[in-house]
């Protein structure tokens, strides 16, 4: 995460811009936000991190790593020189589902799915096939999910970026202490959490706030009610948008 954060202050550098009026980021982007406050403390005024954390946790990395075997074991990975021939798909479309998963909440897909069941090819509604299929709706959804995501991104790709968040630690990257991570931050900061998340949860959030007020640093932190996990950040809330609109003002 610090050498995607080194390219885009290479970038600021080049542009010739010095210290950005905001860096707001969701989910890895907060990660991102947040590298850049710590280790260039003087390139942004205000840090608004939606949705992130400070380090992944074992059940981020845990998720993460089902994801990579998926892929590898797709036999069309060939140890990642599938380019030029068939690529790993399969593998990538189950490495998605497993991970979409964490996008959401239970409420969420209890509500959007339940135990719903799919209509059969020959128009038979709700019937069960008692075989592999996608009987249940959730099942269907997951795998149209899963599809879709290998036709606009690489497998390769998703390896090397889900092994950057897991490695990402700002603790460990400044002697183990959060707070020190922030000792020379001359930003604002504003966290962002969400109350259905449980991929990056609201006590990740008050992790880092506490790290934060520890550092001096001034930071206004919000917990915001939503029902759709870790996707709220990126789906229309209202109360996201008065926050972000308030911090940037």
Known sequence: IRD??????????????????????????????????????????????????????????????????????????????????????AGLAVARMAAHITYLSEDGLTDKFGRNLQDRPDGTRGAKSFGFDADFQVESYLRYQGAGFTKRFDANSYLYITRAMDYFDLAEEHGGMLAEAFAGATARFCVVSFDSDWLYPTSESRHLVHALNAAGAPVSFVELSAPHGHDSFLLDVPALDRVVAGFLA
Do not use: C, K
């Open 4 to 89: 995607m954060t080194r390219a885009h202050v290479a970038l600021l550098d080049t542009l010739g811009i010095g210290t950005l009026h905001a860096v707001v980021g969701g989910s890895m982007g907060g990660m991102q936000a947040l590298s850049l406050a710590a280790n260039w403390p003087d390139r942004a005024a205000r840090v608004l991190a939606i949705a992130t954390t400070a380090r992944h946790s074992a059940q981020n990395i845990a998720f993460h790593e089902v994801g990579r075997q998926a892929i590898m074991a797709d036999p069309n990975w060939s140890g990642g020189e599938y380019y030029g021939g068939a690529a790993p798909d």
